[in-house]
């Protein structure tokens, strides 16, 4: 089972729609959490930490499942600046972190 | 501050050939890392760094050398360029919370 799992997409959503992403762990003790934003042929980007509380930042909340070992991203009034891929990461041990394979997100007019 | 920056942007190489990826950032972070980045594989994790003369493997170290003689500068060497090699390469430095700077990246194509 791969350390960090992600539906691959593409999600295809009209503007203004809400999308979510889940991304699923097996590492137990991953401490430190985050989604990343990657456009075409670009280095990926920092969105958001994911806390245990939960975060918000504007229009995308993350979440942290500790039980089922997963985090979201919530996307809500989707733009079409918002098509991109996103990456979940996670600390696995000393200052080493593990990325998925990234979500593709396609938001269309 | 520049952040993290990566030359070349492109390369082209013959099999067989060597070349150094250059790395450098001005964020004064101690751990840095190199990843290939392949379609439907993801980032994978080559050798990092946990400070100047510190390296270590990742999950896909062969074919590849790395050394940290200064806290900025963290070069990759390809010893002898295979076609399997070739990738999207990113280099990153990490920051105090974990979060990780990427620089542009170099495209490089092995034929």
Not at chain 2, 31 to 56: C, E, F, K, N
Request: with cysteine.
């Amino acid at each position: 089972r791969k350390e960090v799992e992600q539906d691959p997409g593409p999600f295809n959503v009209p503007e203004g729609a809400t999308v979510a992403f889940n991304c699923t762990y097996s590492n137990s003790a991953s401490q430190s959490f985050f989604w990343y934003r990657q456009d075409c042929r670009k280095e990926p980007k920092l969105l958001m930490s994911v806390y245990s509380s939960g975060n918000e930042d504007g229009r995308f909340t993350a979440q942290l499942n500790r039980a089922s070992q997963y985090i979201s991203l919530l996307i809500r009034d989707s733009k079409l600046s918002d098509s991109a891929t996103y990456l979940c990461a996670m600390n696995t041990g000393f200052q080493k972190l593990v990325f998925g394979t990234g979500t593709r997100l396609l938001v269309s007019p | 501050n520049a952040g993290v920056t990566q030359t070349p942007k492109f390369q082209v190489l013959k099999t067989g050939q060597s070349m150094t990826l250059q790395c450098a950032q001005d964020m004064n972070h101690e751990y840095m890392s190199w990843y290939r980045q392949d379609p439907g594989m993801g980032l994978r994790l080559i050798h990092y760094s946990v400070g100047a003369g510190i390296t270590d493997q990742g999950e896909v170290p062969n074919g590849y050398n790395v050394s940290r003689s200064t806290t900025e500068d963290f070069p990759l060497r390809l010893l002898s360029a295979a076609p399997s090699q070739t990738s999207v390469y990113f280099c990153a430095s990490l920051g105090t919370a974990y979060e990780q700077y990427f620089g542009p990246g170099t495209r490089l194509t092995v034929t």
